[in-house]
């Protein structure tokens, strides 16, 4: 099998605030009704976290689950384990209705590191990003520019943003220019 | 700018999140319907100054249709609601008539 490769192989555009893809990483998307038990589960015993209320993402490390929706939901975890994953689902799922797809390589995940993260966000995305209103743990599906993207905060100072893989490149230099541009001021301590 | 509450994600999308849908509430016409419904359902659309009902899709979100509520002259909302509905729900139409009393759209008032 041919080596799997990230969509910008861990390009890096440093600066005040540093535009960084992350490389591959693994992401199932499950759908199905997920106020039922089973899918819940098994979304816990593969990540270890415990499943996201609407609107969040618990992400530890390289594992997480994401909510993308009300009956869909984003499964993270190291490349490499996602056939095991899949197989786990399956086997869990048997009797359900369900889909489990594995989409690591049709996406792209890039952080955007650095004291000024939340305004170089808050540039390219109609989201209220104040601090007040998104924090650590909030996750939300929108746009980024003219391209669809999720993004969730790891910390006071870093967003994860995924995109699909086909735009990374724009989404990639969309960030980048926007920290070149510096910090608006908007989001003032206090 | 339109900022619409999505019921399924929880979250105020701005109108560039969204897809508009056209009308909401039309009624299906489908075999057994004559030329004059078939017509008024694919064509006769409400045309209001005023209160009026729609479809938005949260497209670059979850990606479900919803229905909302809001004035087309003020771009006031009253309010959305999960597209699972044949009518406006109550508490819409009470939140329209506190408002815009004596308000009429379609067969609804």
């Known amino acids: 099998m041919s080596d799997a490769v990230s969509a910008l192989q861990g390009k890096l555009a440093p600066g005040e605030v540093t535009i960084r893809e992350a490389g591959l990483r693994g992401m199932i998307t499950l759908r199905g009704d997920l106020s039922d038990r089973g899918p819940r589960s098994v979304c816990k015993s593969l990540t270890g976290v415990a499943f996201p209320e609407q609107g969040k993402a618990n992400v530890d490390g390289e594992k997480g689950l994401c909510w993308m929706s009300p009956d869909e939901v984003l499964l993270l975890m190291p490349y490499g384990e996602v056939g095991d994953a899949l197989a786990a689902i399956e086997k869990a799922l048997k009797s359900k209705h369900y889909l489990a797809e594995k989409v690591s390589d049709a996406r792209a995940l890039i952080h955007v590191e650095g004291a000024f993260a939340r305004e170089v966000m808050a540039k390219l995305a109609p989201v209220d990003l104040h601090p007040g209103t998104f924090g650590p743990g909030d996750f939300r599906r929108t746009r980024l520019g003219q391209v669809a993207a999720a993004f969730w905060m790891r910390d006071e100072d870093t967003f994860a943003v995924i995109c699909f893989r086909s735009v990374a490149e724009y989404a990639f230099d969309l960030l980048a220019e926007s920290a070149k541009a510096g910090a608006v001021g908007h989001f003032v301590e206090g | ?109």
């Open chain 2, 1 to 109: 700018m339109l900022i619409l509450h999505c019921p399924y994600c929880g979250v105020d999308a701005d109108e560039t999140d969204l897809h508009a849908g056209g009308e909401a509430h039309l009624k299906r016409q489908g075999p057994g319907s004559s030329d004059a419904q078939f017509e008024d359902y694919l064509f006769m659309r409400e045309n209001p100054k005023g209160v009026h009902f729609e479809r938005w899709r949260h497209v670059y979100g979850c990606g479900k249709w919803f229905l909302a509520a809001r004035c087309t002259s003020t771009l006031e909302v009253f309010g959305t609601y999960s597209a699972q509905t044949t009518e406006p729900p109550q508490d819409i139409k009470d939140a329209i008539s506190a408002k815009r009393p004596g308000w009429t759209w379609g067969n609804y008032s």
